[in-house]
């Protein structure tokens, strides 16, 4: 309510000669009220107030207004992609973004690896468009079936503890090719002084 409130402030005392900075306006809404309202508030300053606007948006569709209205400049953060990491420029190049960076910002914020990857997992499956049984997105793992060996072998595999089976599954879910050394050596020192 807070950003609609000040969002309605600056739609009715904004001027031609005001600069108005919005940043993300419609995001603690669904995506497409959060786009419509983010739409209908870039409109309305670019046709009826005429004020300079700097308007941070995750929104992808808001790149089109630039077709449609003379005034609107897309302008998106560099981004280089290397070695399987994205790196971000620090420069302001015209344009809209290639695609969303969100899960790499969140990798870099430090979120836990297997929430990272669980993400990606959501992500392609979002992208792909997959459906489950009741045609919703499919956001679930895909169920794992494990067979049972023909014949156990005379030297058995130990089975997992269960105190370590977490710090397992963590170990497993890392992209080393995705991992820079600090951040693996980090990873490693996490996982040691959780086994202590």
């Known amino acids: 309510m807070v950003e609609m409130t000040e969002t309605s402030s600056i739609l009715h005392n904004a001027t031609a000669r005001s600069l108005v900075v919005l940043d993300e306006i419609g995001r603690g809404t669904s995506t497409f009220d959060g786009l419509s309202i983010a739409w209908a508030v870039a409109e309305h300053l670019h046709d009826k107030v005429g004020a300079r606007t700097l308007f941070a948006t995750h929104y992808h569709e808001l790149v089109d207004l630039a077709r449609e209205k003379p005034r609107v400049k897309n302008l998106t953060v560099a981004v280089k992609e290397w070695q399987g990491r994205v ?71 130990k089975e997992e503890p269960a105190p370590y089976a977490p710090l397992l599954e963590e170990l497993r879910s890392l992209e080393l090719e995705r991992t820079t050394p600090l951040e693996a050596l980090n990873f490693l020192a996490s996982l040691q002084s959780r086994l202590k």
């Open 87 to 157: 790196v971000f420029l620090r420069k302001l190049v015209a344009g809209g973004a290639s695609r969303s960076y969100g899960i790499e910002v969140a990798r870099l914020a430090g979120l836990p690896a297997e929430v990272v990857s669980r993400a990606r997992q959501i992500l392609a499956n979002l992208e792909r468009q997959e459906l489950d049984e009741a045609g919703q997105p499919a956001l679930t793992r895909a169920k794992k079936t494990r067979e049972a060996p023909a014949q156990l072998g005379l030297f058995r595999a």
